[in-house]
């Protein structure tokens, strides 16, 4: 799950779902999406839930 977010915290978009495999992607913002500074933030959940291997990385992202 990949989220965009304004910096009062307001989800802006939805900008992936699903479920995939390691390795790279290009992901875009929608083209609505005013010129400014944002923050991304993924959700990933291991294939072994058990071993409770999951996380969420967010970053600072700048809209042009």
Not at 35 to 44: L, V
């Amino acid at each position: 799950l990949i989220e965009l977010f304004d910096l009062l915290g307001r989800r802006i978009a939805t900008l992936l779902s699903g479920e995939f495999g390691a390795g790279e992607y290009r992901i875009g913002v929608p083209s609505a999406t005013p010129a400014g500074e944002y923050i991304i933030r993924m959700r990933a959940i291991s294939q072994s839930r058990a071993a409770g291997d999951s996380g969420t990385i967010t970053a600072k992202v700048v809209v042009p």
